[in-house]
């Protein structure tokens, strides 16, 4: 373990001399991405000078428990007993900051909002989901970047596709991925009753176009115009673009911005996506614990999380979590139910079978 601390260090000392290098500071592109490892082995390597002092401190501490003075002895002791719960609470920590993590976690991402079953009510949930996740993206200081809007006919939308930027960001929403339930009374319900409705949301890891390793030759390209009266536009030009991957008949589009540049880099992106889920649900179709799909239906009943107004209450259903703070969680406190989620994550990886 102190070997491979060791070796991290090494690497955010040498990063902390690139950072420093006016080659560097002037390629905005590496410097970024640079800057973006330097913070997260930062955090590492503060962990690793407290655990590495502590050690030395003990061995001190066992060095002294074996003097001749009773009082040195006694006071070494104490220290001995002081020290132990924190080198046990890092070394937990520590196991869990060396496992293994998904090379996605550091990307940012396409964040999309979809209403489902519930008619306008679910277009307003959607609406209210958006307001939820903004809030929680602004107090992690991530930048947004709205691609497309599709509005609700009484509020709310019945989509919204966003960019979010910032430090780990795949990393803390790709568990939001699914169909989100709302139970309460809708404001379009004149007797009180409380409705059931849905919202869908999709988090796409955004890959550097250089790092999609998909050949020219195994692709089909197609444009075409944006159909629908929705959204804030109708395109006049073949804007929207189509993918199709040959070897194995995948197919990914997008008509999100006005511009085809744009809507080349996304459906590229979700067709990278969709061709590593196909390779990953291969893998592991042997294994006990199926891979959730990205979306769902978007049916009542297809569900990773319940939000019930009348009790205040949230349930998430795949790791069976409810906190009864609906008021505040609706107002971007979620990082309760992430760091829920990232933690029943770990114990899956520490057991040996698939993730969430």
Request: aromatic residues 6%.
């Amino acid at each position: 373990m102190l070997e491979k601390l060791e070796s991290i260090h090494h690497r955010f000392l040498q990063i902390q001399e690139q950072l420093g290098d006016p080659e560097v500071v002037s390629d905005n592109k590496k410097f970024a991405k640079l800057n973006k490892e330097y913070k997260k082995l930062d955090k590492i390597n503060t962990v690793y000078q407290e655990y590495k002092n502590l050690l030395a401190n003990r061995q001190n501490a066992e060095e002294m428990v074996k003097d001749d003075d009773p009082e040195m002895k006694e006071m070494a002791k104490m220290e001995l007993e002081e020290m132990k719960p924190r080198i046990d609470a890092l070394e937990e920590e520590i196991k869990i900051i060396l496992m293994p993590r998904d090379p996605d976690d550091d990307k940012d991402v396409i964040f999309e909002i979809r209403s489902g079953t519930g008619g306008d009510e679910a277009s307003i949930f959607a609406g209210d989901l958006h307001r939820m996740y903004t809030k929680f993206f602004e107090s992690r200081g991530w930048k947004t970047e709205i691609l497309d809007v599709n509005e609700g006919s009484v509020g709310g939308y019945n989509k919204i596709v966003v960019e979010v930027f910032g430090e780990d960001v795949y990393g803390h929403l790709k568990f939001e991925s699914g169909a989100h339930r709302v139970q309460r009374v809708p404001k379009t319900e004149s007797q009180g009753r409380v409705h059931t409705s849905a919202a869908t949301v999709a988090v796409i890891p955004k890959y550097e176009i250089e790092d999609i390793n998909i050949k020219k030759d195994d692709l089909r390209t197609d444009t075409f115009r944006a159909s629908g009266a929705g959204g804030q536009h109708v395109n006049k030009t073949e804007s929207g673009v189509r993918f199709t991957h040959l070897p194995t008949g995948i197919v990914a589009e997008s008509t999100d911005s006005r511009s085809q540049h744009k809507n080349r880099e996304i459906a590229l992106q979700r067709l990278h996506q969709k061709i590593q889920e196909a390779q990953r649900e291969a893998q592991y179709k042997e294994q006990k614990a199926q891979r959730k799909s990205l979306v769902g239906s978007g049916d009542r009943s297809d569900k990773v999380r319940t939000y019930n107004y009348p009790q205040n209450r949230v349930t998430d259903h795949r790791i069976n979590l409810t906190l009864y703070s609906l008021d505040k969680i609706v107002e971007g406190d979620i990082e309760a139910i992430i760091n829920a989620l990232k933690v029943a994550e770990n114990a899956t990886k520490m057991q040996g079978d698939s993730v969430l």
